[in-house]
């Protein structure tokens, strides 16, 4: 399918379009280097690395990239021309939140870390955010040191280009855990949402009950990745103690989070004692405090169970339109939606919502 006809659907309601989880990286890891300090430079070169990019989906799986994304000599989704051909224009999009997936979490020296998260940030900004008022981007930081990481926040975070920061939801602790929470009261500070992504490189297998053994497995079991660290979240007390910070789920899914809800609830009435800034039923928290980007979507042959699914959430403010570019994740672009949402619900879903999770303001690019 070509990019002048994979966009934006005639019959959608002339709305702000933001797309919520757009993928963007370094055609190499010599991309970086002018970003870096010159001991850092020569400690890339010295020792051989040649990337840190992220394996979760691996290149020759069809889901990795939509067919005419990579470019020539690059892997998917490091051209802004290319990306403002196929995802931008046709999809008339006002603003993408971009991500950067690249492997800063998976080293074991801090200091690289370190440098390595600002050199990916200033690469992004100069490379992708500056050129470009649609995109708006997420701070990559080494939680190795949340100090440092905070510190890192706190840079960038006044600049109107980022919106977010970045952590993995494969992380070496739950997410709720307080070692975290100087990048939470940073992000905060700024204003910043904090971005909950697909990916990581903890150590810790996936699986609950030990490594998979093949990608079909680790595909699938990364939503329950998704839900342990949304009840760490939630039990740890970071809406509690970060009321401003909204939570966002990207490449989670959803549909698993109803059942959740219930089952946390119901225990919580037990074990309410043990939590107790947890002062109401967590539901009520996750829908004030948590959205999710859409794709990928797990949309069943009949519309109207995902719709049932939908309004079991008890809020239309949670879900946010995304493409997920560059990843092949539907070849209908009616299939980025959810099918029989009333009109109002859909006007959140495909922009209204991602407006005041990200405090998009009236939507001036300006």
């Not at 290319?82 to 074991?108: E, N, S």
């Not at 990481?149 to 855990?177: C, H, I, K, Y």
């Amino acid at each position: 399918m070509t990019a002048a006809v994979f966009g934006r659907p005639a019959a959608w309601p002339d709305v702000d379009l933001v797309d919520t989880d757009v993928h963007i990286t370094p055609r190499s890891i010599a991309a970086l280097l002018p970003h870096l300090p010159p001991r850092w430079r020569d400690y890339v070169r010295e020792s051989g690395v040649r990337g840190l990019e992220s394996d979760l989906y691996p290149p020759g799986s069809p889901l990795s990239a939509r067919p005419g994304s990579r470019p020539d000599g690059g892997p998917p989704a490091s051209d802004p021309d290319l990306l403002r051909a196929q995802l931008l224009d046709p999809w008339r999009t006002r603003f993408a939140v971009t991500h950067c997936i690249y492997g800063v979490d998976g080293i074991h020296n801090p200091d690289w870390a370190v440098a390595m998260a600002a050199a990916v940030n200033d690469w992004q900004r100069a490379e992708w955010l500056a050129g470009e008022p649609r995109l708006r981007g997420s701070i990559v930081v080494a939680a190795q040191d949340p100090v440092r990481a905070a510190a890192e926040v706190d840079r960038l975070g006044p600049l109107r280009e980022f919106v977010q920061v970045l952590m993995p939801v494969r992380s070496r602790l739950p997410l709720g855990n307080r070692q975290y929470w100087p990048i939470y009261e940073a992000a905060e500070r700024h204003g910043l949402a904090l971005g909950v992504y697909a990916g990581g490189s903890s150590g810790n297998p996936l699986s609950p009950v030990g490594a998979p053994s093949y990608y079909l497995e680790e595909y699938v079991l990364i939503a329950q990745a998704f839900q342990g660290q949304l009840v760490s979240l939630v039990s740890e007390g970071v809406p509690a103690r970060f009321p401003d910070l909204p939570i966002v789920l990207i490449e989670a899914g959803f549909t698993w989070l109803p059942p959740l809800m219930w089952r946390f609830d119901k225990n919580w009435k037990g074990l309410r004692r043990e939590i107790p800034w947890v002062d109401r039923p967590p539901s009520q928290i996750i829908r004030r405090s948590v959205r999710l980007t859409a794709q990928p979507l797990d949309e069943p042959a009949q519309p109207e169970r995902l719709l049932a699914v939908i309004d079991q959430l008890g809020s239309d403010d949670m879900l946010m339109f995304s493409t997920d570019y560059p990843h092949h994740q539907f070849d209908d672009p009616e299939q980025a939606a959810p099918q029989g949402l009333s009109d109002d619900a859909l006007a959140k879903f495909l922009g209204g919502n991602a407006l005041a999770t990200y405090r998009l303001g009236d939507g001036s690019t300006a």
